[in-house]
């Protein structure tokens, strides 16, 4: 996700938020994809990497829903996989962002009310955004009941020295974060999924280690966790 550098103040608030959303701010979502160009490109590969392998546990997914999909980074990724994908995002501003980059669909929403008939998405993806939510299992409720197949999940991880590193770098766009660990993202997802759930997959990556591969290690910088879910009973 893209990490945004530098300092905000955040503007308007957002619905079922404790807080207003940092990224409302013009200026924050003017930015925001140049972490990606930058100096998070090599966080973007391994990230990206670790989903992808998620990924192949959906072999006959075809469309996706990202929620919170910010600028469209994941959303135009899923899209160059040739899925149908879709993205949502509360903030006119990152809204405005992806516009300028290709022409979606992108739906202006809310994540804890999504605007969609149960079950019409093959998946559906979180990327760096339970962080900013005011009610993630609500969220993740959400999430599953418009899921057919499954969720797909990523998320800054609580017990590592990246999310550290994060909260020390004294960015205000990180105060309005909460940090999960790999138990608790775990737990949440199956708290919100009932007895939808089926298998739960998670890796991490181990970003800055170059060498190493993302591997189910519990203080890995970025958690990428897979939901595989049945149909509804
Ligand atoms: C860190 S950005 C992640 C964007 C994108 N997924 C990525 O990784 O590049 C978090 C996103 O969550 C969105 N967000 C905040 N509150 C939300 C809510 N209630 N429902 C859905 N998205 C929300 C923000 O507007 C923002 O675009």
């Known amino acids: 996700?893209?990490?945004?550098?530098?300092?905000?103040?955040?503007?308007?608030?957002?619905?079922?938020?404790?807080?207003?959303?940092?990224?409302?701010d013009p200026a924050v979502a003017a930015r925001y994809e140049r972490w990606y160009a930058g100096e998070g490109a090599e966080a973007d590969v391994r990230e990206r990497q670790l989903l992808g392998r998620l990924l192949a546990d959906f072999p006959q997914a075809e469309s996706v829903l990202e929620v919170g999909c910010g600028t469209g980074h994941f959303t135009r990724w899923m899209g160059n996989h040739d899925f149908r994908a879709t993205g949502l995002d509360p903030s006119w501003a990152m809204l405005a962002e992806t516009a300028r980059r290709d022409h979606g669909p992108y739906v202006q929403g809310d994540g804890h009310g999504l605007p969609f008939h149960d079950?019409?998405?093959?998946?559906?993806?979180?990327?760096?955004?339970?962080e900013f939510l005011a009610d993630p299992i609500r969220v993740l409720t959400e999430a599953t009941r418009v899921a057919r197949q499954g969720l797909l999940i990523g998320a800054l991880n609580r017990n590592s020295l990246l999310a550290r590193r994060y909260v020390r770098s004294g960015n205000p766009l990180w105060k309005s974060a909460h940090?999960?660990?790999?138990?608790?993202?775990?737990?949440?997802?199956?708290?919100?999924?009932?007895?939808r759930l089926g298998a739960v997959a998670w890796k991490t990556t181990l970003w800055p280690l170059r060498s190493l591969p993302a591997l189910p290690l519990p203080w890995g910088g970025f958690i990428g966790l897979a939901a595989r879910l049945h149909g509804p009973t």
Do not use: Y
């Open 179 to 195: 940090f999960f660990s790999v138990n608790e993202l775990t737990d949440m997802t199956v708290k919100a999924a009932g007895r």
């Open 119 to 130: 079950q019409t998405f093959d998946l559906v993806m979180l990327i760096t955004t339970l």
């Open 1 to 24: 996700m893209g990490r945004a550098p530098g300092s905000t103040e955040a503007r308007a608030g957002k619905e079922g938020s404790p807080e207003p959303n940092p990224f409302d």
